[in-house]
């Protein structure tokens, strides 16, 4: 009987190689700002989570078919809070949806309510067929 035991370099190595492992290098870890993105019959809903921010602190920007939204936390090098535990994300972010040509971003609306900016990006008014006579 053959037994195996691993020192804790071994487990360390072992660890950088296997994906579904604990152990993470900080460089591969991504970290996504939550959005939910729906579609209902009057059309395109964003909802982006802006956890303590006001409507004031929070750019949108429509550049072509592309939607931006996007706050830059400004740096507190004067805060000296000692958190136990800090979950919350207050940090800045900067999202880019490219939106399909069905809705009209140029009638966008956007609310802010308790920490939830929420974006109503319209369905185009069907177009009309036009004939054509040939002459």
Do not use: W
Request: proline share 2%.
């Amino acid at each position: 009987m053959n037994n195996l035991s691993l020192n804790q370099f071994d487990v360390l190595f072992k660890n950088l190689f296997e994906n579904d492992s604990f152990f993470q290098p900080a460089f591969e870890a991504k970290i996504n700002h939550p959005v939910d993105i729906y579609e209902n019959e009057n059309g395109l809903t964003l909802e982006v989570a802006c956890v303590g921010l006001e409507k004031t602190d929070v750019n949108i920007d429509i550049d072509g078919d592309v939607l931006r939204i996007q706050y830059q936390k400004e740096e507190n090098t004067s805060d000296v809070t000692v958190y136990h535990r800090k979950q919350i994300s207050r940090r800045s972010f900067n999202l880019a949806y490219k939106i399909a040509s069905q809705f009209d971003l140029s009638k966008s609306e956007a609310t802010m309510r308790n920490g939830l900016l929420s974006i109503a990006v319209p369905r185009v008014e069907s177009k009309i067929t036009k004939s054509i006579k040939i002459k």
